[in-house]
């Protein structure tokens, strides 16, 4: 969509900064509210703010300008080019897990540890939520990259969390090493739950990406079709009671949906607060864990 020159002018008598924010705010609202943050940041500090606008007017995330972005209840999360921005979605999907089905944990009387596994876990987002919410969790964090495992660890460090580890790995291919680290807490050698949001834009939805996104966030962290989704029903399905994957398209939820056996499994939808599907999660229906699940039956 262009911008009106209407608009243009609006925003120049507002403030001679607020048109520069408009190309990618696209609007005039989110405009004053983007530029309101950067003048707090770069308070009393002129020639930082008007770059700033400057990198936001090319293109450049906010996350990445400001260096950080809140996330759950009450945590800062760092942010740098090379890693992933924690998206709302992911954040929603996380509430979720916590409200619905975590708070479970205390009234349905499950005496055991709960271990948690997140896959992709880019700056260790999911993995921080899930242990700032249940503090008596043990959560691991597993990712390829070396810029996000030493993020993570930061991200824990600045948020003052504890017994969360974030391992280096590919998950497409996980070696014995690995796998046995992240079940070696449980008694039953398994995984509790698997959350995970792992690269799901389809590489044929490339030209419909925002610039910013394209020119600033990595692809590692983006593209993906089925075989992280196909990944977990041939490895991870083995080690794990429960799951929740976030998705972009339906195929995704599908593939999941038809390949785990329905006499073990029981597998659902998540949609997010725009009605969108955007996650498939299930467990298994004769494991101690299925009781957490009740509510969102
Ligand atoms: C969509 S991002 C999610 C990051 C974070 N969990 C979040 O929600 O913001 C996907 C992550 O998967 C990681 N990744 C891609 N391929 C991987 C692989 N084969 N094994 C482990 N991690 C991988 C990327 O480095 C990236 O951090």
């Known amino acids: 969509m262009r911008i009106s020159y209407r608009m243009i002018q609006k925003a120049r008598l507002i403030n001679?900064?607020?048109p520069y924010m408009l190309p990618q705010c696209r609007n005039l609202q989110d405009?004053?509210?983007?530029l309101i943050w950067l003048e707090k940041h770069f308070k009393n500090q002129n020639i930082q703010l008007a770059k700033a606008v400057i990198e936001r007017?090319?293109?450049k995330p906010l996350q990445y300008i400001l260096k950080n972005q809140p996330f759950g209840e009450d945590l800062t999360i760092n942010c740098r080019p090379n890693v992933l921005i924690p998206r709302w979605e992911t954040d929603e999907f996380c509430h979720f897990i916590n409200t619905k089905i975590f708070q479970n944990y205390q009234s349905q009387d499950i005496n055991k540890k709960i271990n948690i596994v997140d896959l992709c876990s880019g700056s260790g987002c999911i993995s921080l939520s899930i242990k700032e919410s249940n503090t008596m969790f043990n959560v691991f964090g597993v990712d390829i990259s070396d810029s996000c495992i030493n993020l993570a660890n930061e991200n824990k460090k600045i948020n003052s969390l504890e017994d969360v580890e974030f391992i280096k790995g590919d998950i497409l291919n996980p070696d014995l090493k690995l796998?046995?680290?992240?079940i070696a807490s449980s008694a039953e050698k398994k995984i509790d739950m698997i959350i995970s949001n792992p690269p799901y834009i389809l590489h044929s939805f490339l030209p419909y990406l925002n610039t910013s996104v394209k020119k600033y966030e990595p692809s590692l962290a983006l593209f993906g079709n089925l075989e992280f989704y196909e990944n977990f029903v041939k490895i991870w399905s083995k080690y794990c009671d429960s799951f929740f994957y976030e998705l972009g398209e339906i195929e995704q939820f599908e593939y999941i949906n038809s390949n785990l056996d329905p006499k073990v499994w029981a597998v659902l939808k998540w949609s997010d607060s725009n009605d969108?599907?955007?996650g498939v999660y299930g467990y298994r229906k004769h494991s101690q864990i299925a009781k957490m699940f009740d509510t969102c039956k």
């Open 179 to 182: 796998l046995n680290k992240l």
């Open 31 to 34: 405009a004053k509210q983007e």
């Open 276 to 278: 969108k599907i955007r």
């Open 57 to 59: 007017f090319k293109g």
């Open 16 to 18: 001679p900064l607020l």
